[in-house]
């Protein structure tokens, strides 16, 4: 992604473009352009996924061309989301995206379950996840960093407690303003995008496996045991679909862009098109470097730690440990950042106590949100509960997407020219991400019922099947609706 001078251009057209609380001080400013937009889309999209997940994928369809094939269903979805989103975005630049596109289509209680589930679960468990996923490689450097517990039966460690010690550094660091935390974003973006080209660059380079990669489109034998290719094709798409998630995080600061009705469609675009690219090339450098058994069997599923020590043997751990150490600084930085802003706007309609919608006054940034979203985060990374969360919430935050994808379509009808959806074909890259997006929903939910060893597999591993995660994704975001019907109730006539 090349720099490029940002548009000094803040004007906005029309009451819907109107960030929240522009005009006053103690209230989120529009000061970002497009360049530092698009390294948030990227930064937050790029973490440690693209550098492991390829060898579950690979052991799931079993050859090079489905590898390349589930990618580019990936990438393809994420693009149609990234389009559609624009759209959303320019008629709704406010600071909260997602929750406002959805607390206008359908209402407030759809966007409350939205961001109760980024509070208690999506935006706060992924951080957790991320941090120990950068202190866990931080570890590869420094061997005295490990997950042995610090105490005897408790889960703490000395990897837990720096990953509460990389939030905390963010959450100070973004807590003087976005534009100090967007500059960051911009450094780190910039140098995961080399890191990745490096990467692509050496595996396309010196490898020459390509010529005899299986690129075919039958399942082998192995692979055709455990179920029919529709099922294991959805199965092997969650992993790269949502290693390219939280493309949709800049959209939580639409309120900070300049000329967002411009600007963040731009960002969206160029963002979600640059990580796609990249992907895609760095599975071709992983085929190009290394046979499929290769990928299928890297240890702890590092499978571009095994391609770089191809080519610097003894050397690679340590080399993408240094990249990833880099990529998923970049993706907390973005999350922390952006993620505060839902909190901000719920707080704004009534939704959380009144200082949730506080900002300090001379940084202009929600700093109580950033602390709330650093407590609970540091919490889950401390306790170790944070990834059977997300395998939960994978289920729910699907569904969310396919609910403002419909609302995209609702709004259409009712105003099409506001949303630019004047045209029968505006509606089909909704419609497409609608469907794609519904394949996998279907096959996580029922998928495990046309396995050939479900019975046996519900009865003796059922917390770990994709129906029981799914359904408890459910069951957690159902838990809000007491939430809100007491908040309703109840809430302070001052909030």
């Given at each position: 992604?090349?720099?490029?001078?940002?548009?000094?251009?803040?004007?906005?057209?029309?009451?819907?473009?109107?960030?929240?609380?522009?005009?006053?001080?103690?209230?989120?400013?529009?000061?970002l352009?497009?360049?530092?937009?698009?390294?948030?889309?990227?930064?937050?999209?790029?973490?440690?996924?693209?550098?492991?997940?390829?060898?579950?994928?690979?052991?799931?369809v079993?050859?090079?061309?489905?590898l390349?094939?589930i990618?580019?269903?990936?990438?393809?979805?994420?693009?149609?989301?990234?389009?559609?989103?624009?759209?959303?975005?320019?008629?709704?630049?406010?600071?909260?995206?997602?929750?406002?596109?959805?607390?206008?289509?359908?209402?407030?209680l759809?966007?409350?379950?939205?961001?109760?589930?980024?509070?208690?679960?999506?935006?706060?468990?992924f951080?957790?996840?991320?941090?120990?996923?950068?202190?866990?490689?931080?570890?590869?450097?420094v061997?005295?960093?490990?997950?042995a517990?610090?105490?005897?039966?408790?889960?703490?460690?000395?990897?837990?407690?720096?990953?509460?010690?990389?939030?905390?550094?963010?959450?100070?660091?973004?807590?003087?303003?976005?534009?100090?935390?967007?500059?960051?974003?911009?450094?780190?973006?910039?140098?995961?995008?080399?890191?990745?080209?490096l990467l692509?660059?050496?595996?396309?380079?010196?490898?020459n496996?390509?010529?005899?990669?299986?690129?075919?489109?039958?399942?082998?034998?192995?692979?055709?045991?455990?179920?029919?290719?529709?099922?294991?094709?959805?199965?092997?798409?969650?992993?790269?679909?949502?290693?390219?998630?939280?493309?949709?995080?800049v959209?939580?600061?639409?309120?900070?862009?300049?000329?967002?009705?411009?600007?963040?469609?731009?960002?969206?675009?160029?963002?979600?098109?640059?990580?796609?690219?990249?992907?895609?090339?760095?599975?071709?450098?992983?085929?190009?470097?290394?046979?499929?058994?290769q990928?299928?069997?890297?240890?702890?599923?590092?499978?571009?730690?095994?391609?770089?020590?191809?080519?610097?043997?003894?050397?690679?751990?340590?080399?993408?440990?240094?990249?990833?150490?880099i990529?998923?600084?970049?993706?907390?930085?973005?999350?922390?950042?952006?993620?505060?802003?839902?909190f901000?706007?719920?707080?704004?309609?009534?939704?959380?106590?009144?200082?949730?919608?506080?900002?300090?006054?001379?940084?202009?940034?929600?700093?109580?949100?950033?602390?709330?979203?650093?407590?609970?985060?540091?919490?889950?990374?401390?306790?170790?509960?944070?990834?059977?969360?997300?395998?939960?919430?994978?289920?729910?935050?699907?569904?969310?997407?396919?609910?403002?994808?419909?609302?995209?379509?609702?709004?259409?009808?009712?105003?099409?020219?506001?949303?630019?959806?004047?045209?029968?074909?505006?509606?089909?890259?909704?419609?497409?991400y609608?469907?794609?997006?519904?394949?996998?929903?279907?096959?996580?939910?029922?998928?495990?019922?046309?396995?050939p060893?479900?019975?046996?597999?519900?009865?003796?591993?059922?917390?770990?099947?994709?129906?029981?995660?799914?359904?408890?994704?459910?069951?957690?975001?159902?838990?809000?609706?007491?939430?809100?019907?007491?908040?309703?109730?109840?809430?302070?006539?001052?909030?």
């Amino acid at each position: 992604m090349a720099m490029a001078r940002e548009s000094d251009s803040s004007s906005e057209h029309g009451p819907n473009l109107t960030p929240q609380g522009a005009a006053g001080q103690g209230e989120l400013l529009p000061r970002l352009g497009w360049f530092s937009a698009a390294c948030i889309v990227a930064g937050s999209m790029v973490g440690s996924g693209i550098f492991i997940v390829s060898s579950d994928i690979a052991r799931t369809v079993g050859t090079g061309g489905w590898l390349m094939a589930i990618w580019v269903f990936a990438g393809l979805l994420t693009l149609l989301g990234a389009v559609s989103y624009g759209k959303l975005a320019a008629y709704m630049p406010k600071a909260g995206g997602q929750y406002v596109f959805l607390r206008e289509a359908w209402g407030e209680l759809p966007a409350f379950l939205y961001g109760w589930n980024l509070l208690t679960v999506i935006q706060t468990g992924f951080l957790a996840a991320v941090a120990v996923a950068f202190a866990k490689y931080l570890g590869v450097l420094v061997p005295a960093i490990s997950s042995a517990p610090l105490i005897s039966g408790w889960p703490m460690s000395l990897q837990s407690l720096l990953a509460v010690a990389v939030l905390l550094v963010l959450t100070l660091y973004n807590s003087t303003g976005i534009q100090n935390g967007a500059r960051l974003q911009n450094v780190f973006t910039s140098l995961k995008v080399l890191a990745l080209a490096l990467l692509i660059g050496v595996g396309l380079a010196f490898g020459n496996r390509l010529g005899s990669v299986d690129w075919s489109f039958t399942l082998p034998a192995a692979q055709a045991a455990q179920g029919d290719w529709l099922t294991l094709f959805a199965f092997a798409s969650v992993g790269a679909l949502f290693s390219s998630d939280a493309w949709n995080y800049v959209t939580f600061i639409g309120g900070e862009v300049k000329n967002p009705a411009k600007n963040l469609p731009k960002a969206l675009l160029i963002g979600t098109i640059t990580v796609t690219v990249l992907y895609l090339l760095a599975n071709l450098a992983y085929l190009n470097l290394l046979s499929l058994p290769q990928i299928q069997n890297a240890p702890e599923d590092r499978v571009a730690t095994v391609a770089m020590d191809m080519i610097f043997p003894g050397a690679g751990v340590l080399i993408m440990a240094g990249i990833i150490l880099i990529s998923t600084f970049g993706c907390l930085n973005g999350m922390l950042l952006a993620g505060a802003r839902v909190f901000y706007a719920m707080a704004k309609d009534g939704l959380l106590f009144k200082k949730f919608g506080e900002v300090h006054p001379k940084t202009h940034s929600p700093n109580f949100c950033l602390w709330v979203q650093f407590v609970w985060a540091s919490g889950l990374a401390l306790s170790g509960t944070y990834g059977q969360l997300l395998d939960y919430i994978v289920f729910s935050t699907l569904l969310f997407y396919i609910l403002t994808m419909l609302g995209l379509i609702r709004l259409g009808r009712k105003i099409p020219v506001a949303v630019q959806m004047t045209r029968k074909r505006d509606y089909a890259v909704p419609v497409t991400y609608i469907a794609g997006a519904s394949f996998i929903a279907f096959f996580l939910l029922f998928g495990d019922f046309f396995t050939p060893d479900f019975v046996s597999r519900f009865q003796s591993d059922l917390p770990h099947t994709k129906f029981f995660t799914s359904v408890a994704g459910i069951l957690l975001t159902a838990l809000g609706l007491p939430v809100y019907w007491v908040w309703k109730k109840t809430r302070p006539a001052s909030v």
